[in-house]
């Protein structure tokens, strides 16, 4: 367990409304992440961040956009709501450090939030 | 470009027959690869990961992997199913970006595994 919580677990919501999801951790890591998950396509990269107020795009970011402006929340919005975006959406947290003898650097996710538009 | 490829969505076996779920990679430099179970209606929870030290890896619930880089392959296997063992599996390899001092994972698409009695 990585400290990952995510607001709200699930939603519903209608086409053309904004919505806003929420990831927050308790350890203090730099790097945060927003995915996609759907059926036959695993997990797409949304956005990233590698530091308070320092985001990138991932792969599949159009109609979204995402805000960083405290370490322990990454925040997730969707401007629009269309219902191409119904999808659960993971946050993940990259962790490193050492283990005994061998170091590690590893992807942690939250318990997902499952978005549904109308 | 890095990417991952899952051969078969679904994977039905027996309770008590071994498990292989396939996974092959594509990568431009030594892959760190992973991989992830998720239980219904959970998170994904790493299951084991190969970052070049050992090419026969042994993760959690009494799976393994072994990466074999002539044949790009990554496949889980475990030698007696469970019940429990149904969930869907995903394989992911890492990308470093280096101007970031970041890391990305690139998933496959998953393999539904089905144990029957």
């Known amino acids: 367990d990585a400290g990952i919580t995510q607001s709200p677990r699930h939603k519903v919501t209608e086409t053309g409304t904004p919505v806003t999801l929420r990831c927050h951790q308790t350890?203090?890591?730099?790097?945060m992440y927003w995915y996609r998950q759907d059926p036959g396509h695993g997990l797409r990269l949304i956005h990233y961040?590698?530091?308070?107020?320092?985001?990138d795009k991932g792969e599949v970011s159009d109609g979204y956009s995402v805000s960083r402006s405290k370490t322990e929340d990454f925040l997730l919005t969707l401007e629009s709501a269309t219902s191409s975006q119904t999808s659960v959406y993971f946050c993940?947290?990259?962790?490193?450090?050492?283990?005994?003898?061998?170091?590690?650097?590893?992807?942690?996710f939250g318990p997902g939030t499952r978005l549904t538009v109308l | 470009a890095q990417s991952v490829t899952q051969l078969g969505s679904h994977v039905s076996v027996s309770e008590g027959a071994l498990v292989l779920l396939r996974c092959n990679y594509s990568?431009?430099?030594?892959?760190?690869l992973f991989w992830y179970v998720q239980y219904p209606n959970q998170g994904l929870q790493l299951l084991l990961k190969?970052?070049?030290?050992?090419?026969l890896v042994k993760g959690i619930n009494g799976f393994e992997a072994e990466f074999k880089k002539s044949e790009t392959s990554f496949h889980l296997t475990k030698p007696s199913a469970h019940m429990s063992d149904a969930a869907e599996y995903f394989c992911?390899?890492?990308?470093?970006?280096?101007?970031?001092?970041?890391?990305?994972?690139?998933f496959g698409a998953g393999t539904r595994l089905a144990v029957h009695p």
């Open positions: 350890e203090n890591h730099r790097y």
């Open positions: 190969y970052t070049s030290a050992a090419t």
């Open positions: 993940a947290i990259s962790a490193s450090g050492t283990s005994g003898f061998s170091s590690y650097n590893e992807q942690f």
């Open positions: 990568s431009s430099v030594p892959p760190y």
């Open positions: 961040s590698y530091g308070v107020k320092d985001t």
């Open positions: 992911a390899v890492r990308l470093i970006v280096f101007s970031g001092g970041y890391n990305k994972l690139i």
